[in-house]
């Protein structure tokens, strides 16, 4: 009290610094708002090895820094991310691009028989698809790209 009331000098009070796990939160932040907003589906593993790569970039020493699960469920939490299906229709193709390969189809399939001519959104291969689920802000649409139609 005595120091309060007589103004004691700035040397006792705290300093606020940013910790290079605050930047790696910040950055990790930034990164998936441009990653969801470009449409991709993000993953748990996926942030935790950005987090990791950030924390290499920045020279964070691994015992400061693991991006555990105990680290990506309090991010998670942080930033009201929840795990929800990626929705691809309403994201997937502008209408110019659809109206572009409308009048160039029937020229790309001259010369092939109908029975010849597969329909690949309809058709059971996805290797290398992108994951139908995806982490993303609560309350806002997921969007992505579209990966199948379910029956």
């Known amino acids: ?7 004691a000098g700035g040397d006792r ?5 940013r910790s290079p ?7 990790m932040w930034d ?5 969801r907003s470009n449409g991709l589906p993000v993953s748990g593993p996926m942030l935790r090895e950005k987090a990791l790569q950030f924390a290499r970039e920045l020279n964070v020493p691994e015992a400061d820094f693991k991006a555990s699960t105990g680290w990506l469920n309090r991010f998670r939490q942080r930033h009201n991310i929840s795990f929800m299906s990626v929705c691809g229709e309403s994201a997937s193709v502008s209408k110019e691009t659809v109206d572009s390969w409308c009048e160039r189809i029937p020229e ?11 329909n690949m959104d309809e058709t059971g291969l996805f ?3 992108l994951p139908d689920k995806s982490l993303s802000v609560s309350g806002e649409e997921c969007k992505g790209e579209s990966a199948r139609k379910k029956d």
Do not use: H
């Open 1 to 7: 009290m005595e120091g309060y009331e007589n103004n």
């Open 13 to 17: 009070k705290r300093l606020c610094t």
């Open 21 to 27: 796990v605050d930047q790696v939160n910040s950055l």
């Open 31 to 35: 990164w998936f708002q441009k990653a």
């Open 108 to 118: 790309l399939v001259r010369g092939y028989k109908p029975r010849d001519i597969y």
């Open 127 to 129: 290797f290398r698809a």
